[in-house]
């Protein structure tokens, strides 16, 4: 039986839905937008480009009910632009989007004992799309001075995420 205050805290805080989350993307962001999976998936794919001087870069990002909202790099391919080094602040693809996964947010970790920066009662939209700019941002003042300005909590790509 729930607890009189997470019934209360979902009150206050609640989920956002997969048709909130599609109106919130088809009004603020060009690009397609798609639910998928019954309803419990939303899909945006768009471009974004950091800065007036940056390349387009094609993003994919999805959210499912009930997990974290991932981010993808399809094109151009991130692993050719760094030669070969690895990329800072990503994450290993588990999903059937070819591309690079970016680590946008500090995720629930379980070695850390953090909550995660991101939770469902946030827009995606609101939140993945200038964080994923931002990260490009970052990116590509790694390629030209192979530091990371972007902050964040150094990992190989092999945390593990508490969904």
Same mark, same amino acid.
């Given at each position: ?6 019934i209360?805290?979902q009150? $206050?805080?609640?989920?956002?839905? /997969? ?11 060009k #690009?397609?937008?798609? /639910? ?9 794919? #768009? ?9 387009? %870069?094609?993003?994919?990002i ?9 981010? /993808? ?23 059937? /989007?070819? #591309?690079?996964?970016?680590c946008? %947010? ?7 004992n953090k909550?995660? $920066?991101w939770?469902p ?13 931002? +990260? ?10 192979e530091? +990371?300005? #972007?902050?964040?909590? $150094? ?5 593990e995420?508490?969904?």
């Amino acid at each position: 039986m729930a607890t009189k205050s997470s019934i209360l805290s979902q009150l $206050e805080n609640p989920v956002i839905s /997969i048709a909130d989350q599609y109106i919130a993307f088809k009004s603020c962001c060009k #690009g397609d937008v798609a /639910i998928l999976d019954n309803d419990k998936t939303v899909q945006w794919t #768009g471009y974004l480009q950091p800065t007036p001087l940056s390349r387009l %870069y094609k993003v994919i990002i999805k959210y499912t009910l009930n997990k974290l909202p991932v981010c /993808i790099v399809t094109e151009p391919d991130l692993k050719v632009l760094a030669s070969g080094e690895a990329i800072p602040h990503t994450y290993q693809n588990n999903t059937s /989007i070819k #591309g690079t996964q970016l680590c946008l %947010y500090l995720p629930k970790v379980k070695k850390l004992n953090k909550v995660s $920066e991101w939770q469902p009662t946030m827009f995606v939209a609101d939140t993945f799309i200038p964080w994923a700019s931002a +990260w490009l941002f970052y990116f590509e003042c790694w390629l030209s001075t192979e530091n +990371w300005h #972007g902050g964040g909590v $150094e990992h190989d790509g092999s945390l593990e995420v508490l969904e």
